[in-house]
Each structure stands twice: as structure tokens, then as C-alpha cells.
């Protein structure tokens, strides 16, 4: 089993900036893919950005260029640094760690952007 802990969260004003960290343990060893995901109000969970084992990165449109993803293979942590916050980006984000083909997620942290 992989346990995973967000912080990090909060709220901020448009045009500011949040840095979430995710941190695995339990069973941590294989681990591939990391992301992040964010459920925004009235929408289904969506992918916000993902790392490779090897650093390849995926950014959904919404936050290319504003946000940017990285993972520490030894500490076994992934971080999202979102920049240039907007209203649209409030939502409670995930993350999301894959080992041996099967997925684990954190509880969610909440993101607040006001306006």
C-alpha cells in the first residue's frame, strides 16, 4: 500500500502564487507515474499536470505556463508550483501516484483563489 499526505493548499488572491507537496510512504518502492488532479465546482476530477519517472512532464492547457510540476525519486515527493493563480483554478486538488499498474490518491487539499 502507498499512503500519500498533501499540504500546501490555502487561499490566495488572483495573480498569487501556492506550492503543494505530496509525500508517499508505505510501499514506495516502483512508483512511476506522480500528478496532480483538482476537482473544480460542478466538475468531474481532472488531470492538472504529470511527471514521469524519468521527469517527462503533461500539463493540461488550462495551466501551461503557470504551473510546474516536479518529483524527488528519493524523498519520494511530488510538488506543484502554481503561479499566476486565477478564480477558475479554485478547486480541491489530488494527488495521484501510480505503482505496478495500480493508482493511489491523497485526501485533497483545498485551493482557493478569490478574486
Known amino acids: 500500500q502507498v499512503q500519500l499526505l498533501e499540504s500546501g493548499g490555502g487561499l490566495v488572491q488572483a495573480g498569487g502564487s501556492l506550492r503543494l507537496s505530496c509525500l508517499a510512504s508505505?510501499?514506495?518502492?516502483?512508483?512511476?507515474?506522480m500528478g496532480w488532479y483538482r476537482q473544480t465546482a460542478g466538475n468531474q476530477r481532472e488531470l492538472v499536470a504529470r511527471?514521469?519517472?524519468?521527469?517527462?512532464?503533461t500539463y493540461a492547457d488550462a495551466v501551461s505556463g503557470r504551473f510546474i510540476i516536479s518529483r524527488d525519486n528519493t524523498k519520494i515527493t511530488v510538488t506543484l508550483q502554481m503561479n499566476s493563480l486565477k478564480p477558475e483554478d479554485t478547486g480541491v486538488y489530488y494527488c495521484?501516484?501510480?505503482?505496478?499498474?495500480?493508482?493511489?490518491w491523497g485526501q485533497g487539499t483545498q485551493v482557493t483563489v478569490s478574486s
Open positions: 495521484k501516484m501510480t505503482r505496478n499498474g495500480r493508482d493511489f
Open positions: 511527471i514521469s519517472r524519468p521527469g517527462a512532464t
Open positions: 508505505g510501499i514506495t518502492s516502483s512508483i512511476r507515474d
